[in-house]
């Protein structure tokens, strides 16, 4: 069992890099990291405030995936898979660099969770390596999470 102060660093009780990926969402004790929450919750069949999360932002989401393609780079050799979800009120997509392990399973139809660091093109948000997983239909009931690392 470890025992730790909440003034205690987090890359004492942690170690360095679990604690530097926390030092991103300014959290560097024991107390912040217990005291941290996300920013929003927006949970299916509830009304949200819409409004379109910050570049740089940790944005999980749950939607369906409505087109998937293979795109050859114009400046480099090779390809790769950009996604487009929908979580029926937003549209987003996700770009992968090395899809050939990826580009059978996230096709479209599926019903995906993603996660990763909000940019923008072009009024768009996307997502860029982000963390996913295919979910079985009807689950869970969190449709997206602004703030928070998918654990």
Do not use: C
Request: overall charge positive; aromatic content about 8%.
């Amino acid at each position: 069992m470890i025992e730790a102060a909440l003034s205690d660093s987090l890359s004492e009780v942690l170690g360095p890099k679990p604690a530097e990926k926390l030092e991103t969402l300014g959290v560097s004790t024991v107390g912040e990291l217990l005291r941290y929450t996300p920013r929003r919750y927006v949970r299916r069949g509830r009304a949200s405030d819409h409004t379109r999360p910050e570049p740089g932002e940790w944005l999980t989401i749950v939607g369906r995936i409505t087109r998937s393609d293979l795109i050859q780079m114009r400046s480099r050799r090779g390809q790769f898979l950009k996604v487009t979800v929908t979580d029926d009120h937003e549209v987003y997509e996700a770009s992968f660099f090395n899809p050939r392990f990826i580009k059978n399973q996230l096709r479209p139809g599926a019903r995906v969770m993603m996660a990763g660091t909000v940019k923008y093109f072009r009024d768009q948000i996307q997502l860029s390596h982000p963390e996913w997983m295919i979910l079985p239909d009807g689950e869970p009931e969190v449709e997206h999470v602004v703030g928070s690392k998918m654990l």
